[in-house]
């Protein structure tokens, strides 16, 4: 028996607007339970919505950048289902004529390279939250705040066949939406979320089997993501062994990915849409997307991402590996090439310095680089600053550090604290003779052919200056010094 795998997703994205689709709530995370709830979002009688325009562009935005064909006529239906978290019975979603269709996205990692299709992007709005007391009581209460948020509901062909190249997939489609501005893609806070479709293809002879599908929902990280799929393909080829059933037979289920214990957890058998019972949206209009707005929006749409780590690999001279840690953000993109501007020096420094020493101090704090108290015109300054000589690299740092704690230039801060490197000669010279002094068995393996001894006598020196003398020319007059 042969197999493949066979997976699709569905990826919700939440749209990053200031005010929900349909009403003018705020489109924030969190907040006192309810305290963003008007009559729109409850679907109170008589209240009737009005659609986000902001939303439309992002939407439209989006499918641009997903290389979809975006619909110059497009409308909004019902949804119709019951759960606790909805409390109207019904969500404003998109059936037959989605905003955005047939794109695709190409992906790419250890199996190549592969083209993954998408059948449609729509949007609709988010549900509530039912939120479960854990204090043995068993009582559960519903948060309205997050109905009404914006969605847009990216539907992929089937295209993938193995867990890794899912990951990959989800995680071009969030760097693409960060990297345009309509998501901030915040999994732990639900701003971007992957319903996973799987199942396999089973090969016996010459007839081919597929095993019920099972959509995997609840999966809030990439690593949570990969281990409920490889989970299934091993639980589906089981179930196939022991009990052979087809998706003929089953169809659809839904299974939830049960972090502790590391399993999926049936749930339900799959609704087919006619039992959503879809209707037009009776309150809201069709939308008419004009091409001048597809082509106003298209012309603001930023360099992508692929094609900003080709430009940084040939008009800065960086690695493919630098550009694509630099590219991991488009702020992080815009603070490198804003450091390299009117930088003389060779741009591979600014990439080493911020690929280490800003994203060391970023993880430490927990921020990303937009909140990162140092500008990128303060890093150009710093490296020119080894550069000319005034002072040295390991100085550099420690004014890095202050920097970053402080906010204050680099300058002031080498003035304030004396900081500046001490390139005399004379000066230097004599505490080389000092160090020589003080260093009688140093000096003789080195003159007996031990020449990694000088690096301890170089040490020796700059402990003496505070770090602050010139390697370079200590290194020199050692040298001078030490011939026999």
Known sequence: MTFDVVIGCE??????????????????????????????????????PSPNARMIEYAVR?????????????????????????PKG???SQFDMPICFDGF??????????????????????????LHSEDGAGLSYVDLNRCGTPLLEIVSEPDMRSPEEAVAYVQEIRELMEWIGVSDCNMEEGSL?????????IYEGEKKYATPITEVKNVNSFRAL???????????????????????????????????????????????????????????????????LVEELKAGLPELPARTRNRFVTDYGITM????????????????????????????KIANWILTEVNGICNQKNIGIAEFPVPPSGIRELLAMTDSGRISGRIAKSVFAEMAETGAAAVEIVEKNGLAQISDRSTLEGIVREVIAGHPKSVEDYRNGKSNTIRFL???????????????????????????
């Not at 989006?62 to 909805?86: E, H, Q, W």
């Open 90 to 92: 019904y969500q404003i």
């Open 105 to 130: 996205l190409d992906i790419e990692g250890e199996w190549g390279s592969r083209k993954i299709g998408i059948i449609r992007a729509h949007l609709e709005e988010d549900a509530g939250k039912n």
């Open 226 to 292: 990969r281990a409920a799929l490889h989970f299934e393909v091993k639980r589906q080829r089981a179930e196939w062994e022991e009990k052979r059933l087809t998706l003929e037979e089953v169809g659809k289920v839904t299974r939830g990915w049960h972090e502790a214990s590391g399993t999926t957890i049936l749930q339900r058998h799959k609704e087919e849409a006619s039992e959503y019972r879809y209707f037009p949206e009776p309150d809201l209009k069709p939308i008419l997307v004009s091409k001048a």
């Open 11 to 48: 990826v919700h994205v939440q749209l990053f607007t200031e005010t929900k689709a349909f009403c003018g709530c705020g489109n924030t995370f969190g907040g006192v339970p309810n305290s963003r709830v008007c009559p729109v979002c409850a679907g109170l009688p008589g209240a009737l």
């Open 62 to 86: 989006a499918g641009l950048v997903l290389n979809c064909s975006i619909a110059g006529l497009t409308k909004f239906d019902r949804k119709n289902y019951m759960y606790p978290d909805l």
């Open 193 to 201: 979320r992957c319903d996973a479709n799987i199942n396999l293809w």
């Open 458 to 484: 170089v040490g020796q020196v700059m402990k003496k200056t505070g770090g602050k003398a010139n390697p370079g020319m200590v290194n020199e007059i050692l040298e001078e010094k030490l011939k026999p």
């Open 321 to 348: 590996e630098d550009a694509v840690q630099l590219t991991s953000s488009r702020a992080m993109s815009c603070y490198f090439e804003d450091a390299c501007r009117e930088y003389d020096g060779e741009p591979k």
